[in-house]
Every structure is written in C-alpha cells, then in structure tokens.
Nanobody, 121 residues
Framework: VQLQASGGGLVQPGGSLRLSCAAS????????MGWFRQAPGKEREAAAV????????SYADSVKGRFTISRDNAKNTVYLQMNSLKPEDTAVYYC???????????????WGQGTLVTVSS
C-alpha cells in the first residue's frame, strides 16, 4: 500500500486547512486509515482515524469539534478537514493505514510521507 499525503502549509490561528491522503496498491488489506501528528519534541499521536468501510471515527480530545475525518472510497482517499486551527496544532501530519481499527501507531502498517502544518500569525 502506498499513501500520498498533501495539503499542509502555513495558516493563521483560527484558519482552516484540508489534508488529503490517497491510497493505492493492495488497499483490500486496509480496514482503517488515520491522521497522526508529531510536534517537535513530542511523540506521534493520533489526531483522527476512520474505519474504511463502516464510517467509525475517533478523535483526539484536543481536536474534537474542530477536525473532521472523512473518506471517499471511490477515490481511495481520506481527508482531514481542520478548522479553528491553533498554534498547538503545529506539527508534521502523517497519513497511515492498517488492518485493525485502532488509534495506536503500533498497529498501522503503512505510512505516508509527512506534511507540515504550521499555525502561526
């Protein structure tokens, strides 16, 4: 499975960004996709994950109400709509896919390249 992420950039506090992640290859093995983020000096954490078929979602408490994860199975693409962005959302965001629904990085088999999101005035 190959994952191609895009959509990061610089945004002012309160602004919005949408990240996209296109999956290709052996996608039949995927049951969950997620967006993880890693800020400088911090561990990688799940921001939001979504089941590939059932639409089940999970969000980090810090992003609930501001971020929305969605999928387009026809395009094999997962999106992360990020609204009301805060400076503490600044991080490298990684798209990931795996066989089992989880928010643990250890259970994700495939990772895309990171895309940097910087929230700053």
């Amino acid at each position: 499975v190959q994952l191609q992420a895009s959509g990061g950039g610089l945004v002012q506090p309160g602004g919005s960004l949408r990240l996209s992640c296109a999956a290709s290859g052996s996608i039949f093995s995927i049951n969950v996709m997620g967006w993880f983020r890693q800020a400088p000096g911090k561990e990688r954490e799940a921001a939001a994950v979504i089941s590939w078929g059932g639409g089940q979602t999970s969000y980090a408490d810090s992003v609930k109400g501001r971020f929305t994860i969605s999928r387009d199975n026809a395009k094999n693409t997962v999106y992360l709509q990020m609204n009301s962005l805060k400076p503490e959302d600044t991080a490298v965001y990684y798209c990931a896919a795996g066989p089992t629904y989880s928010t643990s990085t250890r259970l994700y088999s495939y990772w895309g390249q990171g895309t940097l999101v910087t929230v700053s005035s």
